[in-house]
């Protein structure tokens, strides 16, 4: 079946434009997570959605990091006024999690942002 | 603070030899780890998590509450291990901390 997908797969932007990112995860996952994988920090999360709820949005580095679930979904991450900084893959994860238990984060390709 | 150490960021060893991944953790409650692999030019997977005891691709990991690590173990090592690997605690929220990871390099 079709895994999580992530568009655009490469993302080349001038300092100090927005871009969105988006993550198709799998059909009728619940959690859905936003992960950043940056040369010398490793992976980092950024925002977790269960639905279309975010009950932790703690790994977002900014207000100029946002994101939104529609209709228990797709996401987009949106970053406005990108930085050289935010240059990274942004991961995203899905899983069929259900309250009190732990199902597997499957992951999607990522996005290559480069903020020149 | 919840942290997990990954303190090699290149293990290189010859194929056949044995593998230790090193990873240890901080956290204040009852921990659940994980190793996640990224093999070249393909999407980080799940390798195993420690609540399975189970062993995959010949690779083991046992936790050490005393310790307070998860080190990931292999005794003969094959050309296709060579990859990324992480370690990561999930936390109460269900989010997963990684460590900075290790490339293994397994050589002929």
């Known amino acids: 079946g079709a895994g999580v997908s992530q568009s655009p797969s490469n993302k080349v932007t001038e300092k100090g434009k927005d871009v969105e990112l988006r993550c198709d995860p799998i059909s009728g996952h619940t959690a859905l997570y936003w992960y950043r994988q940056s040369l010398g920090q490793g992976l980092e999360f950024l925002i977790y959605f269960q639905g279309n709820s975010a009950p932790d949005k703690s790994g977002l580095p900014s207000d100029r990091f946002s994101a939104e679930r529609t209709g228990g979904s797709v996401s987009t991450l949106t970053i406005q006024r990108t930085q050289q900084e935010d240059s990274a893959v942004y991961l995203c994860?899905?899983?069929?999690?259900?309250?009190?238990?732990?199902?597997?984060?499957?992951f999607g390709p990522g996005t290559r942002l480069t903020v020149l | 603070a919840q942290r997990v150490t990954q303190p090699e960021k290149l293990l290189s060893v010859f194929k056949g030899a044995p593998v230790e991944l090193k990873c240890n953790y901080s956290?204040?409650?009852?921990?659940?780890l994980f190793w996640y692999v990224q093999y070249s030019r393909q999407r980080l997977q799940l390798l195993l998590r420690h609540i399975s005891r189970e062993s995959i691709k010949g690779f083991t990991a046992d936790l050490n509450k005393g310790e307070t690590s998860f080190h990931l173990k292999k005794p003969f090592a094959q050309e296709e291990d060579s990859a990324m690997y992480y370690c990561?605690?999930?936390?109460?929220?269900?989010?997963?901390?990684f460590g900075s990871g290790t490339r293994l390099l397994v050589r002929p």
């Open positions: 956290y204040s409650g009852s921990p659940e």
């Open positions: 994860a899905s899983s069929p999690r259900t309250s009190g238990s732990y199902n597997e984060q499957f």
């Open positions: 990561a605690l999930m936390d109460s929220s269900y989010k997963l901390i």
